[in-house]
């Protein structure tokens, strides 16, 4: 791109950002096609929990492959739950930069729906101070959940509002470190396409969005209610399966890269591979169909 034209489109974009509220919720879409594959290292879980593999040769690993990011959940960072020192945070962003990959960001465990108010103030004190480590490692965003189910004794009504403001509290809170705060759709309460767009709607914050978990989206065709969210996602699960009227199946990535095309989505889409296998061949497979896939 030439100087001027880079400078007359940057120019537009700082105009355009600058337009927005900051509370106003967005419906992310860029103008062109920008999917870019990340690895999600929650598809080398129990290697790296075991200890056979490490971060280095899972960031080597996910460069060799043609990853330029990998998708870096807490629980891979030594000392999890707790979080570790700042020299172990800026080590592994260092590794990572020396191997040639960015962090298209994190993510931790949490349950906001829980009854008592000190174990909730606790959940949330836990996913900010993750936030804190998120902008230390260079990871622009952290993936948490609402939580599983209602409680006994809460109604399903009051859960929602309880989870909105915990989610409201954290993107406050990430804004002030540049991290968003993506909710993702795993199975919990929150469960189909509109009561997913609901919740983030409701929080209403510019660093807060969905990551689009392609396995939890509810329908006997979950492709359009997969586009339905397309435009609230800051983020990606991108999964082998999908569920549908027959159960699980593999999924269809001609018709998801058509759909993310569609619907002009621009940035990371972690992937991640589960299951019985080789998690190496697993990935290098999985991502070889992403690719053969993709818009040229």
């Known amino acids: 791109m030439k100087r001027r034209s880079f400078l007359k489109t940057s120019s537009v974009a700082v105009v355009g950002a600058g337009a927005l509220r900051p509370e106003k919720a967005e419906a992310l879409n860029s103008v062109e096609f920008g999917a870019t594959p990340s690895l999600n290292a929650y598809s080398f879980k129990d290697a790296l929990l075991q ?5 280095t040769q899972l960031f080597k690993f996910a460069s060799e492959t043609g990853y330029s990011a990998v998708d870096l959940t807490a629980y891979f960072v030594p000392g999890y739950p707790e979080v570790t020192g700042d020299e172990v945070l800026y080590e592994i962003k260092r590794k990572a930069f020396r191997s040639g990959v960015s962090f298209s960001g994190t993510g931790v465990r949490n349950d906001f729906t829980v009854k008592d108010p000190e174990e909730l103030a606790g959940q949330i004190e836990h ?11 260079g990871a622009p965003n952290i993936r948490v959940f609402e939580g599983k189910k209602v409680q006994s004794g809460m109604t399903k009504e009051r859960t929602r509002k309880q989870v909105i403001d915990a989610f409201r509290e ?13 909710f ?113």
């Not at 996913?127 to 490692?137: C, D, F, G, L, P």
């Not at 990606?236 to 619907?263: C, N, Y």
């Open 184 to 296: 993702q759709n795993n199975g919990g309460f929150i469960d189909t396409p509109e009561s997913i767009i609901d919740i983030v709607k409701a929080v209403n914050s510019q660093w807060f969005g969905l990551m689009l978990d392609t396995s939890n989206v509810a329908g006997p065709d979950p492709y359009p209610g997969i586009a339905s969210l397309i435009p609230y996602a800051v983020s990606w699960q991108l999964k082998e399966q999908v569920q549908s009227a027959l159960g699980t199946e593999p999924v269809d990535l001609k018709r998801m890269m058509e759909l993310i095309r569609q619907h002009n989505y621009h940035g990371f889409i972690p992937m991640e591979t589960l299951g019985e296998g080789d998690p190496a061949k697993k990935v290098k497979t999985f991502y070889e169909k992403y690719q053969n896939a993709s818009p040229k």
């Open 127 to 137: 996913v900010k101070q993750w936030i804190v480590a998120a902008s230390k490692m």
């Open 170 to 182: 954290c993107a406050l809170f990430a804004k002030r470190y540049g991290v968003t705060v993506a």
């Open 51 to 55: 200890g056979k593999m490490g971060l």
